[in-house]
């Protein structure tokens, strides 16, 4: 754990160069827009540890993963992100010096990540071997106004030296993966174009031939006026770059601003991409850094009004929700039902970019409360789109007649997982899936999503589980063999409680849903049922399996068990574990971990939190007391899971002790691996403690309900949600709970145990000695 940002309510802020921290800051200090991202590499030379990061959305490559060991059913490769072009690098050079950080003479190191603005900037001073000493200040961000542009200006003043200065700002396309194998590099050049301040260069992937154009122009100032130099054109193999020389003296200020883009194939047609970079390019200088950058500034104003979380009373605190929420929105906007989030987001390439369950689980609660509509329902409808993909890789494994297994990674729809515990067994995403659908209709009540597109996603599902499960003359009942649960500690496990229950609870659903299509809209429904040679006795097989599925229980406990046998493990508790042997993960073989009752993340508990409803207080209870002290939490989505449900037992403390490992996870590298990247898809998580832990919010029967605490570290908190139409501000004091209605409709709204009517535009507040 490592604690050297600096406590700020708005302001990521990190003071003194150290280049031991530095892969952990350019992870922390990403940028990103939902079409493109960046890790926080630097302009200039830098020639100490580096990952080098650049990174455009929906392109990717598919490494090769058949090997030895290869198993029938197996993806045959592995799609993962590609590092993309580097449009950020300016190579300065004093007379014949290069400034490089790694040999200079850094001092009063700044680099601050402006949250509520949405932009970098990074200041200094270096002195180089010469004795040359001078002053930079960069500031660049990625446009979320306008997603294909981003934006640097780059500030230099020579402090003690009158010299020439060189600056070559370029765009190196000469790029490769951390983890590529031999090296391997995977673009292709297609063309480059350097015209006077403006360079070019159009790239094609292998294999998936994905063309992404990548374009700047740069201007150049001294002392604030604008100069006029020809710049000498430089070209190498995939490397375009304009070399610009001046004379300059000290305390002059030299500014140069660069304007780039990105345009990819999957917008554009491959033959007009360059003609189209151009024109992007054209626009956005034609508008200029300083119009840029208020946009910008407007953009993130609006969306901080739409999601901010305000905490009074805890500086860290508040610095690390608004990290989060601001990590996210730079991860994924909701413009395009092609792209989704992956768990490291554009801050690293580790997990290859892809698409987990997480996104089902974590994200979409987030999205729906602090977004569009349309931004939650492209999540949904993403997975709609791969459907055709889940049910060819369920017949991949010997399913058939419209199963549909939907891949534990992906990028295409594709599986492109190649362990046989995760590949074959984890199938509990299915119901991730199937319950976002469910969360979304229950908090939009857009119940035309399932004729539209929800129905037939839930019958595949459903067909894949009453296929998946058999029956067991042993038990008279149905049972589910050869699993891996959320837990992924316990491989090839019978009967994991958690996939049980959500195998039934997807075939109830879809009955359900199946109904509520026939009743509103008869001739879709009889549509689909015919295109997908739905037979009706289907509904009865799923029934039957309802009615007669096995869950594993220990009555003298009153818990649910994990799954088969999980009581006749060595019953040790993580408080047992010396310090010298944590995590396991990196200290213990697989057999050791495979053997013992330690549990990575929420298993029994993840069912119990997607289903609260059908459970009391005791149950939840003892299987919390009984499953948490075995959980080591070495997955950043633990935390946030149990935060919610010590929340819902009114174990305030221990609620607050897992957000906070949750909220500054990355913040203060908690589980040392932040320089691989952030953990986008668990900073939902942090969200969900806040506003479903402390503020107990939930959605029954179509109203919102809080079941309200403050946290003791604070005076107060308040966020701010969308909800069917409506803006909501819930503001939670030590006194009670205020919630204003923005808008001109009409709700009811549950706190505790009593009904209150919210009209429009009116406010309520509810003292704590009128809440039962």
């Known amino acids: 754990m490592k604690n050297y940002i600096k406590a700020d309510e708005w302001n990521i802020i990190e003071e003194g160069f150290d280049p031991h921290l530095n892969k952990i800051s350019e992870s922390i200090f990403s940028l990103g827009n939902g079409r493109m991202g960046q890790r926080a590499n630097f302009e200039e030379t830098y020639s100490g540890e580096t990952l080098s990061g650049n990174y455009v959305a929906g392109v990717y490559y598919p490494d090769k993963t058949r090997v030895g060991w290869w198993k029938n059913g197996y993806p045959e490769y592995f799609a993962k992100v590609l590092n993309a072009a580097n449009w950020v690098g300016i190579e300065v050079k004093l007379d014949d010096e290069i400034l490089d950080l790694a040999t200079a003479e850094v001092q009063d190191f700044k680099r601050v990540l402006n949250m509520h603005a949405g932009y970098l900037e990074r200041t200094f001073t270096a002195k180089l071997k010469s004795g040359k000493a001078l002053k930079v200040k960069a500031t660049r961000f990625c446009s979320i106004a306008d997603d294909e542009v981003g934006a640097i200006k780059y500030t230099i003043i020579p402090l003690n030296f009158d010299s020439k200065l060189t600056l070559t700002p370029f765009i190196d396309g000469d790029v490769k993966n951390q983890d590529s194998n031999y090296d391997e590099k995977f673009w292709d050049k297609v ?39 020809n710049p000498e054109a430089v070209r190498k193999e995939k490397f375009v770059a304009q070399t610009f020389s001046l004379d300059v003296k000290a305390n002059e200020e030299i500014t140069l601003v660069k304007i780039a883009a990105n345009l990819s194939s999957e917008n554009y047609a491959k033959e007009s991409l360059l003609k189209e970079t151009k024109a992007v390019i054209a626009k956005a200088s034609a508008k200029g850094f300083d119009t840029l950058l208020k946009e910008q500034t407007e953009t993130w104003a609006t969306k901080w009004e739409e999601s901010d979380i305000i905490i009074e009373g805890d500086v860290s ?8 929420i601001f990590q996210l929105f730079q991860t994924y906007t909701g413009k395009d039902d092609r792209l989704n989030i992956g768990p490291k987001g554009f801050t690293g390439e580790k997990y290859g970019g892809s698409t987990y369950w997480d996104t089902e689980a974590y994200c979409v609660p987030f999205y729906l409360a602090t977004a569009p509509q349309e931004v939650s329902k492209n999540l949904l409808v993403y997975r709609h789109k791969q459907l055709g993909k889940a049910i060819e890789n369920a017949a991949k494994l010997g399913f058939k007649d419209g199963a549909a297994l939907y891949p534990m990674v992906t990028m295409n729809g594709e599986e492109c997982h190649n362990e046989w515990e995760i590949t074959f067994e984890e199938i509990h995403r299915n119901g991730a899936i199937a319950f976002a659908i469910f969360n979304y209709i229950r908090y939009t009540g857009d119940d035309s999503y399932l004729s539209d597109f929800g129905l037939e996603v839930l019958i595949g599902i459903a067909r894949f589980w009453k296929q998946r499960v058999n029956w067991s003359n042993d038990k008279q009942q149905y049972v589910m063999l050869g699993v891996t649960g959320p837990n992924e500690y316990e491989n090839n496990v019978n009967n994991n409680w958690y996939t049980n229950i959500l195998a039934t609870w997807c075939m109830k659903y879809a009955t359900e849903a199946a109904e509520i299509v026939k009743t509103q809209q008869p001739e879709k429904y009889n549509s689909l049922l015919k295109s997908i040679n739905f037979n009706q006795q289907e509904f ?10 096995y869950y594993p229980h220990d009555e003298k406990l009153g818990i649910f ?21 944590r995590p396991i993960n990196q200290k213990w073989s697989w057999d050791r971990i495979l053997r013992s009752c330690f549990i990575k993340q929420a298993d029994v508990l993840q069912g119990l939190y997607f289903f609260e409803e059908d459970y009391d207080l005791d149950t939840l209870k003892r299987n919390f007391d009984f499953y948490e002290p075995r959980t080591v939490h070495e997955s950043s ?29 990355d ?24 506003v479903e832990g402390f503020a107990g919010m939930r959605v029954r029967n179509g109203k919102l309900q809080f079941n309200p605490f403050l946290p003791d570290k604070w005076k107060s908190f308040s966020f701010t949600i969308g909800f069917r139409g409506a803006t909501l501000k819930i503001n939670i004091t030590e006194n009670g709970i205020s919630i204003k209605n923005n ?27 009128a809440l039962v």
């Open 667 to 690: 913040l203060d590298d908690y589980n040392n691996d932040t320089e691989d990247g952030l953990h986008i898809t668990s900073m939902a998580g942090t969200w969900m403690s806040v």
């Open 561 to 581: 068990l994990q799954q088969d046998g999980y009581l006749d493990k060595e019953q040790t508790l993580v408080s047992d574990l010396p310090a010298s042997e």
């Open 191 to 229: 063309t480059d174009e350097i015209s006077g301040t403006e360079a070019y260069i159009k790239l094609r992937t292998k294999k998936t031939e994905f063309e992404v154009c990548t374009g700047s122009n740069i201007e150049l100032y001294k002392n604030a006026e604008k100069l006029n130099i």
């Open 637 to 665: 989505l633990s935390p946030c899971v149990h935060s919610i449900l010590a929340a819902k037992l009114n174990d305030e403390a221990r609620a607050y002790e897992f957000y906070l490992r949750t909220a500054r996870l």
């Open 317 to 324: 605190a508040q610095q690390a929700i608004r990290f989060n």
């Open 743 to 769: 808008a001109a409709i009409d709700l009811e709204i549950g706190i505790r145990n009593q009904v209150y009517k919210l009209a429009g535009n009116t406010e309520i507040e509810v003292n704590n000695a």
């Open 540 to 549: 009865a097989d799923w029934a039957d399996i309802i009615e007669k599925m």
